[in-house]
C-alpha cells in the first residue's frame, strides 16, 4: 500500500510527484516509457511554465531552451511579425521530460504501464503491467493517452511533430496556418527547427502542406530535412475538454486529464505543471478530489477560453492573423488572458 500513485511521469505527473516527495510523503510514480523520450509538442515554454519550472528547481535556460523574442504569422504572401509580449524558450520534450523525471527521483518507476485503477476499500487497486498497486489516493496523469474507464471529450485533433534540420527560424515562433490545420515551427536547442501541426486529417505530405500554406513557410522549409524517417503522431487530442465535477473520491485528475488547451494559443506544459503543483499543495491541505477539480476548473477557466477563441481565428480567419495591424494587439491580448495566476495554487 503506498499513499500515492502518480499514474504517468509527464509534466504534470512529475511535478505533483517531486512536491510531495519533497513534503515527506509517500509517492509511487509511475511511467510506462523505459527511457525519457520525444512526444509530440510544439515545445514552445513561457513565463508560466518557466516559473513552474523554478519552483521545481530547473531552469528552462540553464537546460538549453532557445530564447525566443518574436511571433511570426503568415498566411499565403501575407506575413506580419510581433515582439513576444513575455519571455519564452523552445526546449525539445526529450530534454524538459527528462530532467523533470530525474527530479522525481527514486518515486519513479519506469517501464510500468498502468492498465486500469478501481476503487477497493478506503483507497484504490492500480492495474499494471508488473502487478497490482495498492494506493490511499491516485493522480491520474497519463496526459495525451486516456486510460480505460477515464474517458474524455471533444473534439478529437491530431498531432503531428518533426525535428527538421536546415531550418533556422532564429528567435521567432512561426505560427503557420495551411489547408486543414496550422503548425508551429521554433529554433530547437542546438539548431533546426521544431515543426509541429495540429490538424484534422493527416495530409499524404504534411511537409509540402506546410509549406504551401504561406510564402514564408515555403521559405522556411525550403531546405528542411526531417531528422526521423516518420513523424511522431497522437491521435484523438480533444482540445477544450475540461473536467466536469464530481468524480471518484481519492481520485485526482491534472494536466491534459484535467483540461486540454489548444495548441500554439495556449500552453499546455504550463498548465500541466501548475496542476502539478496545485494537486500538491491541496493534497497537503487536506483539500478532497471534488473540491481541487471544482478550483483547478475555475482556475483554468478564462486561459481556456482564451486560447480556444484564438485557435478558432487563427482557423476561421488566418488571413486576418497574419496582418500586420492585427497581429501585435492580437497576440498581447490573448498572451495576457492565457496566462495562468502564478501567485495561487502553487502552495508556497
Ligand atoms: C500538437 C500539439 C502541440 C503542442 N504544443 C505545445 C507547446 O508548444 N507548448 C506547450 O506548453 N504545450 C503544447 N502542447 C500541449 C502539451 O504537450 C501537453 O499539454 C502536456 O504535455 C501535458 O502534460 P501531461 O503531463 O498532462 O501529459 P503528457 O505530457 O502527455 O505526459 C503523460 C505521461 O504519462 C505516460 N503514460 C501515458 N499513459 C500511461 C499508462 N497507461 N501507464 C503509465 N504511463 C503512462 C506517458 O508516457 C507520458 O510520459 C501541445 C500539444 C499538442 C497535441
Known sequence: MTEFAILGAGPAGCAAAIMLARAGRDVLLLERTAAPREVVCG??????A???????GLDAAALGGVPLRRLRVAHGTRETAAVLPFAAWGLSRLRLDAALQAAA?????????????APEGAGWRIRTSAGEVA?????????????????????GWIGLKLHLDGVDPGDAVALLPFVGGYAGLQPTPGGGANLCAAVRAVPEDWLAA??????????????????????LA??????????????PPGLFRIGDQASV????????VALALHSGLAVAAAILAEQDAAGFHAAWRRRSAVPMHWAAAGAWALRAAPAGFAAAATIGPLARLVAGRTRLDISRGIGL
Do not use: M, N
Open 234 to 247: 497522437v491521435a484523438g487530442v480533444p482540445y477544450g475538454f475540461r473536467l466536469g465535477p464530481g468524480g
Open 105 to 117: 527521483g527514486p518515486a519513479l518507476h519506469r517501464g510500468v504501464t498502468v492498465l486500469g485503477a
Open 261 to 268: 488547451i489548444p495548441s500554439f494559443t495556449g500552453e499546455g
Open 210 to 231: 506546410v509549406a504551401g500554406g504561406s510564402a514564408l513557410g515555403a521559405r522556411l522549409l525550403r531546405d528542411a530535412r526531417p531528422r526521423w524517417t516518420r513523424p
Open 135 to 155: 494506493a490511499r489516493q491516485v493522480i491520474l496523469a497519463t496526459g495525451k493517452h486516456a486510460l480505460r474507464g477515464f474517458p474524455r471529450t471533444g473534439a
Open 43 to 48: 515545445e514552445f515554454l513561457g513565463v508560466d
Open 50 to 56: 518557466a516559473a513552474a519550472l523554478a519552483v521545481l
